[in-house]
T-cell receptor, first 112, second 111 residues
């Protein structure tokens, strides 16, 4: 079984809809991250959380919100989706004091 | 935010050729990582280089961290079709809390 899972894997939605992407991990890691990937731009950090009570904005947080429901769960919401939020979204986990991040398989989101 | 520039963005070569991918920044990183990503999957860590001037080898892959810890390179010897994928460099910020990713290099090795 995968250590980091993301649901859904693919989603097509319309402009203005509220969307939630979910991430779960069984690695026991305290840190969780949300990134988006666009062609030619690499991965850009949206939000990150070092524990359940800690939420931090990344470099592109506008238009997004997150919730850390438990150590193992970190969800990303698009309050009112817009077409330029069409991208691949990745969740990642890590341990305090360790730099390696472990990525989920990604969610392909299309906003029409 | 510290920036990383990766080049080339695309690389298409024949099996058996050698190649080098570069990752450059004007900022100092505490360490630098290289990830490989295949279609439909998330990036997977290949190596972390920590010390300025460090060289690490992983079979046919050689990773180097610049003396000033601002740049890195990935050299692949005798590339094989199985090396095809997106290669991403990522700098660990000196604060130790976040990764900054380069734009990625899409490598295609043709049989």
């Amino acid at each position: 079984d995968a250590d980091v899972t993301q649901t859904p894997r693919n989603r097509i939605t319309k402009t203005g809809k509220r969307i939630m992407l979910e991430c779960s991990q069984t690695k026991g890691h305290d840190r969780m991250y949300w990134y988006r990937q666009d062609p030619g731009l690499g991965l850009r950090l949206i939000y990150y959380s070092f524990d359940v009570k800690d939420i931090n904005k990344g470099e592109i947080s506008d238009g997004y919100s997150v919730s850390r429901q438990a150590q193992a769960k970190f969800s990303l919401s698009l309050e009112s989706a817009i077409p330029n939020q069409t991208a691949l979204y990745f969740c990642a986990t890590g341990l305090a004091g360790r730099d390696t991040q472990y990525f989920g398989p990604g969610t392909r989101l299309t906003v029409l | 935010t510290q920036l990383l520039e990766q080049s080339p963005q695309f690389l298409s070569i024949q099996e058996g050729e050698n190649l080098t991918v570069y990752c450059n920044s004007s900022s100092v990183f505490s360490s630098l990582q290289w990830y490989r990503q295949e279609p439909g999957e998330g990036p997977v860590l290949l190596v972390t280089v920590v010390t300025g001037g460090e060289v690490k080898k992983l079979k046919r892959l050689t990773f180097q961290f610049g003396d000033a810890r601002k740049d890195s390179s990935l050299h692949i010897t005798a590339a094989q079709p199985g090396d095809t994928g997106l290669y991403l460099c990522a700098g660990v910020e000196t604060s130790g809390s976040r990764l900054t990713f380069g734009e990625g290099t899409q490598l295609t090795v043709n049989p």
